[in-house]
């Protein structure tokens, strides 16, 4: 539990350093035509709708660990929010914030 938890913390630094340092990419692009060029523009404007999805998927997964650490706070984690039943430790070593078994993981993936 110690090793995920770790695993965690690691990967929540790690997430909030690319955040920090992603800030720049997702600047308002500039629309002066005098300074810059009109296919300079597109590219700085694809290059920050890029750095904006980067950012939302950056948030949502430390909106994940963060509730994995609470659910190891409480003393819940571990277990499939769909069924109780324990997620296999090889599952949560490959992802530590899945919340949900292989079978129920499954079954909401068809719906």
Do not use: H, W
Not at 31 to 60: F, H, I, N, P, W
Not at 77 to 102: A, H, M, S, W
């Amino acid at each position: 539990m110690n090793a995920l938890r770790d695993k965690l913390f690691k990967l929540r630094a790690e997430l909030q350093e690319l955040a920090a340092m992603g800030d720049e990419s997702a600047a308002v692009v500039e629309l002066d035509q005098t300074k810059v060029g009109r296919l300079s523009r597109m590219d700085a404007m694809q290059a920050q709708a890029m750095a904006l999805a980067s950012e939302q998927r950056r948030e949502q997964t430390l909106r994940r660990i963060d509730a994995a650490l609470k659910r190891i706070e409480d003393d819940e984690y571990g277990c499939c929010l769909q069924c109780d039943e324990l997620i296999n430790p090889k599952r949560l070593e490959f992802d530590p914030t899945v919340t949900l078994c292989i079978e129920c993981a499954s079954k909401a993936e068809e719906t």
